[in-house]
């Protein structure tokens, strides 16, 4: 399907609502029926039809058919924010007794819901160092039913070989989830590679504008049946209407925003690789990453995040730097109009800080929608000052 049919016409029954170019924001928790035959059928299948909107609501409807499409999924669910899909994804395939493989660095929500709140319930996970699907082949046990990755990781942008652990996966009857937010759909197709949920933080490229969160969860008609009608009406975290239209709005001119990011971040890329205080760059587009060759094969673009090492030797000279960064805001998140840096040293007492330690010295940054001249110059200026 053309992107362009499905970000700016799919889903969306003009005639049904006066011609407007915009869809509604239909703000509303419930539905009425005329017979009670009708809502003894509403009651049968929820996913059947509208019923109440912690299910189905029709905003949210438009969303989710271009989101499935834009991803080439059968069906697509979405939700109040990405920890929550990953949440649902990952509850949806366990139980008790289980055991999960998953990538060493994955979002830090998603390393707490495997280390603090499965453990509870008797599901254990390993992991492993995706770069090498060898790692995958040892970790996986009698027990194993599901495999998370994450590809490239937001921090240390290691990237896993999707076909391959896909068809490893699929060989052993263990479902693969992958968190795609990095690449989105746009730029990486993990459905078509043979994964089985493809997973999104639709508060980064997706929404846009820092604006509001959202989580998206891509994959089989069946597996998107088996998690709505559990885990998705169970934990009440949809997206709510005016949310899903913003993300809609979001979805318009995704192409164009990531385009625009993409030129950018190549720009700010070369600015840093050839400074004299840069000791080293993670970016999975540098021709000396390591998994270049990889990343190039199954991503069209690497956009906006990529993390940095600086030579500066003090906690106090990477704060003065960090602070004195205008064009750059210092936050978490990314995805966004506006450009981010964070210092690793921003998660630890400044007291611990080592310069030995090359970690402490590191800093991600995302290039946002700024002229990229202008964040070139804010960096000159705080390495300079
Ligand atoms: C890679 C990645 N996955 C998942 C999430 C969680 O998404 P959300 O903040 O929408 O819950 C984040 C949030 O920063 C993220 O960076």
Redo the contacts with the bound molecule.
């Keep these: 399907m053309d992107i362009s049919y499905i970000l700016n016409e799919l889903g969306e029954d003009r005639e049904n609502y006066f011609n407007a170019i915009a869809p509604p924001i239909i703000q509303t928790s419930n539905f009425a029926f005329d017979t009670v035959d009708d809502l003894r059928k509403a009651f049968k299948d929820e996913m059947g039809g509208y019923l109440y909107s912690r299910g189905l609501n029709p905003t949210v409807e438009i969303l989710r058919l271009k989101l499935a499409a834009l991803d080439g999924a059968e069906d697509c669910l979405v939700f109040n924010?990405?920890?929550a899909a990953?949440y649902a994804a990952v509850v949806a395939n366990v139980k008790s007794g289980d055991h999960i493989v998953s990538v060493e660095h994955p979002?830090s929500?998603t390393k707490h819901l495997f280390d603090q709140i499965l453990p509870r319930f008797g599901i254990t996970t390993s992991y492993v160092d995706g770069r090498y699907i060898e790692n995958f082949e040892r970790a996986i046990l009698p027990n194993t039913t599901l495999i998370y990755l994450?590809s490239p990781t937001?921090w240390y942008f290691e990237l896993q070989d999707l076909k391959a652990v896909a068809e490893l996966a699929r060989a052993e009857g263990i479902v693969t989830v992958i968190?795609n937010?990095?690449c989105t759909p746009l730029y990486q197709r993990p459905i078509e590679l043979g994964i089985d949920i493809a997973m999104q933080?639709a508060?980064?490229y997706i929404g846009g504008h820092s604006d509001t969160?959202?989580?998206v969860l891509c994959g089989s008609a069946e597996m998107m049946r088996k998690i709505f009608l559990s885990e998705y009406l169970c934990i009440g975290s949809g997206i709510q209407p005016f949310n899903a239209w913003l993300l809609l709005r979001g979805l318009r001119t995704l192409p164009a925003r990531l385009d625009r990011i993409n030129r950018s971040t190549v720009k700010v890329f070369a600015f840093l690789k050839d400074h004299p205080m840069v000791e080293g760059l993670i970016y999975p587009f540098d021709p000396s990453f390591s998994q270049y060759a990889l990343a190039r094969q199954q991503m069209t673009q690497a956009p906006g995040l990529l993390s940095f090492y600086t030579t500066m030797e003090t906690a106090e000279q990477i704060e003065q730097f960090c602070n004195n960064l205008k064009a750059f805001k210092m936050a978490?998140?990314w995805g966004g109009h506006e450009s981010l840096i964070i210092p690793k040293l921003s998660s630890m007492p400044r007291d611990l800080f080592d310069p030995t330690m090359k970690d402490h010295r590191m800093m991600r940054i995302y290039v946002g929608l700024e002229e990229p001249e202008y964040l070139i110059n804010s960096l000159e200026q705080a390495f300079t000052s």
């Design positions: 924010n990405g920890a990953t979002y929500w994450e937001s968190d937010s990095y933080t508060t980064k969160l959202g989580g978490v998140s």
